[in-house]
């Protein structure tokens, strides 16, 4: 029994995109031959009780009040140290660079074990997004890549963001491993489209957009939303699927645009047949993101034959080929909504797309954790 624990800074109840990688992963490989361990904060919500099919060990975390993360403290946690000392590891495997990761790094490097990493953010927008300041930015970017420069090795989601870390300051060029989706394709699309209209209340002829994701201003809301303002056809719903800090402001934002009658907050959606329905329903994909690296979102949508309206030179789409698989519009809310309506008016570039979306970036999460059990084995077979 190969024993894995993978350590993350954020986990359930906070959703997104590292939290439903780790939790793929962990569901999966957890069978005959491997064994895995989540290491993670606890989190705010005094209700939420862990209900998983894998193991989950949890240190002691503080509130942060300006973000929708909190602060790991895996150091002053006596009862979570004295787990992780008698865990047994095999490998460890992180996906974040902070506190509950270095406590990994730690055993691994205590017991001379293997630690692999994941590289999913760009920390560089981060960190200046919070701090505004380069210095700042500079300190925090050089000591996230110190811890990840310990791992024996780390992959990230596609070759662009494998080339931000070198220019991070990686010891090597990290290798690629892309995320995947737990979603099937929906076979009786016509009932899956009448669940979501009865769902929400909605026309058979409007058409409708979709954004899935933490509600935050580094994914573009506000620029989606300038842009949406721009249509000349209003018969359409713009449904924005999660939760985030700036929920708020995005709502007053969209009354003061007058889009109240076209826009519905859905909230966050745990359930994972209606969430499907709703990609099936869109017409469009719409994530105008420049902060992604290669979010699951898009891989979901086009399990549906969804296409995803990207910006051009948006990392999170760099394995996308314009007008195959997906689409592409320049940076502005004008050229946005004038690329929307194109599509909306080319029904035969539309189909060819879809087609392409799902042939191209759909891929099943069972495929790719088997290819990192090989890396996992290899990888302690060496050390």
């Not at 509950?100 to 001379?112: E, F, I, M, Q, W």
């Not at 499907?276 to 034959?305: G, H, W």
């Not at 394995?319 to 519009?329: I, L």
């Not at 088997?370 to 077979?381: A, N, P, Q, R, S």
Request: charged share 25%; aromatic share 12%; net charge positive.
């Amino acid at each position: 029994m190969i024993k894995i624990g993978m350590f993350v800074d954020s986990f359930f109840p906070m959703v997104d995109g590292v939290t439903n990688v780790v939790d793929n992963y962990a569901k999966r490989l957890n069978d005959e031959e491997f064994e895995v361990v989540v290491f993670c904060p606890k989190n705010r919500d005094k209700k939420y009780v862990d209900n998983f099919t894998y193991r989950v060990e949890r240190c002691k975390s503080v509130k942060i009040f300006f973000l929708d993360y909190d602060m790991p403290l895996p150091r002053f946690d006596r009862r979570y140290k004295k787990i992780l000392k008698e865990s047994n590891l095999d490998i460890v495997h992180i996906h974040s660079p902070f506190g509950v990761a270095k406590s990994g790094l730690r055993y691994a490097k205590k017991h001379k074990i293997p630690a692999i990493a994941f590289l999913h953010s760009q920390f560089k927008q981060d960190f200046y997004e919070g701090s505004k300041s380069k210095l700042i930015t500079a300190i925090m970017l050089k000591s996230v890549m110190n811890t990840f420069n310990r791992c024996d090795e780390f992959y990230a989601v596609n070759q662009t963001i494998a080339d931000v870390f070198l220019d991070y300051g990686a010891k090597h060029l990290p290798l690629v491993q892309r995320n995947s989706t737990d979603f099937m394709p929906i076979t009786d699309r016509e009932k899956a489209i009448s669940l979501v209209n009865e769902t929400y209340n909605l026309k058979t002829d409007e058409t409708v957009f979709l954004f899935v994701g933490r509600i935050c201003k580094l994914k573009n809301i506000f620029f989606l939303c300038d842009s949406l303002a721009k249509l000349e056809d209003k018969n359409f719903k713009m449904i924005f699927v999660g939760t985030g800090q700036s929920e708020d402001a995005l709502k007053k934002y969209v009354e003061k645009l007058g889009l109240v009658n076209n826009v519905i907050f859905a909230g966050r959606i745990v359930n994972r047949d209606l969430l499907a329905a709703l990609y099936c329903r869109a017409k469009l994909f719409l994530f105008p993101s420049m902060y992604d690296t290669n979010s699951l979102v898009q891989i979901e949508a086009a399990s549906q034959s969804t296409p995803t309206l990207f910006l051009k030179g948006a990392a999170t789409a760099s394995t996308v080929t314009e007008d195959v698989n997906g689409f592409f519009a320049d940076n502005s809310p004008e050229a946005y909504a004038k690329k929307i309506e194109e599509i909306l008016n080319n029904d035969e570039l539309y189909e060819a797309v879809s087609k392409g979306a799902f042939r191209d970036l759909y891929i099943n999460w069972d495929d790719t954790v088997d290819i990192m059990k090989g890396i996992y084995k290899e990888m302690i077979k060496n050390k």
